[in-house]
């Protein structure tokens, strides 16, 4: 083990990226994270080569290299520059491509209060690559649509913040197109020869020996790492930034290989390599796992061959699977996403060839043109809201957002789930919560605050092209300084309960007076906005709060005049 510390981690990247103090969940910072243009330092060597720009349109269904990727970006940033904004992560690939992301939504740049995010992140590994060109297309869809005025795509994108990383390993496509594009292997690693979807750092053994020990903690796992025990590619690090800088509520991981909608976790409990090893979140991931598989021309459909065998047992279970139960990974980007920030992310395999002809990109389009929409309406999906001070009304950030489902079976039965995964808010004190159907206790808790219970009915509204239900908490502050520390040791002590509890409905006597309240939450929402669309609410006088700038790092915005020199990459093999 190299036992590289964090902290000189922290500090390579501030000498690098011009960073000045800590990253703290979410804090604002104090200034940027990077040094403005760092990613695209290298294409000043060009910018006297630029190549004119294509005119508007569709996409062509072709493998794009990594210059003509970044070329069709930039052009539908471009055509679409009030909803999009082209950035750069804050390292470079080991060859110094830049790894690019275009975000969409109705103000480029600002986190909204109460808005969630989500990812689409492709090409990781780089002989895997019909995910980066899906992501092309996707983008070059949502900028026609809402041009054309397509109510669902501008209510998506108005209520919605996207981000879309087509590649994370240009350095490993290269290889494997010049390879000849066949290899089952070459161009899998980034140029150092790593394993990216193994270069995390694996907190699922962290997350496990809590759960014997009963240690609190759940959730953002890296406060618990003290040392690394491997020095992470730059692809790798530069993702960490990403998950850890942008408050996402859901993403998936793009590969191929086979055909099927993987969920957390992906490591197995015990040493068994095929050990179904469920999240606290298992309903959850399961959901949103379906909601791909079941939108997706072939993927949930019984009747799909198996990719080496005739029989697909993966399509018979609805075209999902328990990542560890299919085979156990270390230091993947799934769960880390979920052990380390508030992100549920699934790993998508789009297909048994993983470097599928030009000739089929099409019809893969269209396989997955519906899965890749309905997904990104999953970020609406539970409940969402924000959490304040009651004295000063000013956001509550890093508070704790507990969840039991208490969903009621008949009039004197119902469930008690503690589900032992919380979620925090961010610096605006705003938080999302992912659930599936039925009824919940939310906690909000915070040190120095009195925890908060509310009741929250969840339903299909994401379905529906809905907006989440909104729940906000102002929490008091505590008479006792004890009293934080002894509802989370009160808890730790407690197993998580999972089934029915019957007899007596005790709670509904500690929390509402009249069992039928369960049947309206409209109370619960406050003064604030509702759960219809922002046009309703702007129509009935209700404004949204102004969008805050990002929180940690200082993404460069690409000049929207600029395209690379087309024998760019060719300058690093």
Not at 109 to 131: C, Q, Y
Request: net charge negative; charged share 25%.
């Amino acid at each position: 083990m190299l036992n590289l510390k964090i902290n000189r981690v922290k500090d390579k990247s501030r000498e690098a990226l011009a960073i000045s103090g800590n990253i703290s969940r979410g804090s604002a910072p104090t200034s940027g994270l990077m040094a403005a243009g760092k990613q695209v330092g290298v294409f000043c060597l060009v910018l006297c080569s630029v190549i004119a720009s294509v005119a508007a349109g569709n996409v062509d269904f072709k493998h794009h290299n990594n210059t003509e990727m970044a070329e069709v970006l930039q052009q539908i940033h471009n055509r679409c520059p009030d909803i999009t904004r082209l950035y750069t992560l804050s390292e470079t690939s080991v060859n110094g491509i830049p790894l690019y992301v275009l975000e969409f939504t109705d103000h480029p740049g600002k986190h909204e209060i109460m808005e969630p995010e989500m990812k689409f992140i492709a090409n990781m590994h780089g002989n895997e690559v019909l995910g980066r060109e899906l992501l092309l297309h996707l983008a070059d869809h949502l900028c026609e649509s809402y041009q054309a005025k397509d109510e669902d795509v501008r209510k998506l994108i108005d209520s919605t913040r996207i981000h879309l990383m087509p590649s994370m390993n240009p350095d490993g496509w290269k290889t494997s197109t010049d390879s000849g594009a066949k290899d089952f292997i070459i161009g899998r690693t980034n140029a150092n020869n790593v394993d990216l979807n193994r270069d995390f750092p694996n907190l699922d053994r962290i997350a496990y020996s809590n759960e014997e020990t009963h240690v609190a903690q759940n959730n953002h796992l890296m406060d618990s790492i003290q040392y690394l025990d491997h020095k992470i590619q730059p692809e790798t690090e530069s993702v960490m930034k990403f998950i850890m800088e942008y408050p996402f509520v859901i993403s998936a991981n793009i590969h191929g290989g086979d055909l099927v909608a993987n969920y957390p976790y992906d490591e197995t409990r015990s040493f068994d390599p095929t050990e179904y090893s469920p999240s606290p979140d298992d309903g959850t991931f399961r959901h949103i796992a379906l909601g791909y598989a079941t939108n997706h021309a072939r993927m949930g459909d019984p009747k799909t061959p198996g990719c080496d065998k005739p029989e697909n047992s993966f399509a018979r279970q609805g075209g999902i699977t328990n990542g560890a139960a299919w085979y156990s990974v270390s230091g993947g980007m799934q769960d880390f996403n979920y052990l380390s920030s508030n992100d549920f992310e699934i790993t998508l395999e789009l297909g048994c060839d993983k470097y599928p002809p030009a000739s089929q990109l099409e019809q893969e389009w269209e396989d997955n043109k519906k899965a890749l929409m309905e997904f990104m309406w999953m970020a609406h999906m539970g409940v969402k809201g924000t959490v304040t001070d009651a004295a000063s009304g000013k956001a509550v950030p890093n508070a704790l957002i507990q969840v039991k489902n208490v969903t009621r079976i008949g009039r004197v039965q119902r469930r008690s789930d503690l589900i032992n995964h919380d979620v925090t808010t961010v610096h605006d004190g705003d938080y999302w919560r992912l659930l599936t159907p039925g009824e919940y206790e939310i906690t909000a808790s915070l040190e120095g605050y009195e925890p908060t219970t509310k009741l929250v009915e969840v339903t299909m509204n994401h379905e529906e092209h809905k907006l989440a239900p909104i729940l906000k908490f102002q929490l008091e502050k505590a008479t006792s300084g004890h009293q934080l520390a002894e509802f989370i040791d009160e808890r730790s002590n407690l197993d998580a309960p999972s089934g029915i509890n019957l007899g007596h409905d005790q709670m509904d006597q500690d929390l509402m007076e009249n069992p039928e309240d369960w049947t309206s939450i409209a109370e619960q929402y406050g003064n604030g906005l509702d759960i219809e669309n922002k046009e309703e609410n702007i129509s009935n006088g209700i404004e949204e709060p102004v969008g805050m700038p990002d929180y940690a790092y200082d993404y460069p915005e690409l000049p929207s005049n600029y395209f690379p020199h087309e024998d760019l990459e060719d300058q690093y093999y």
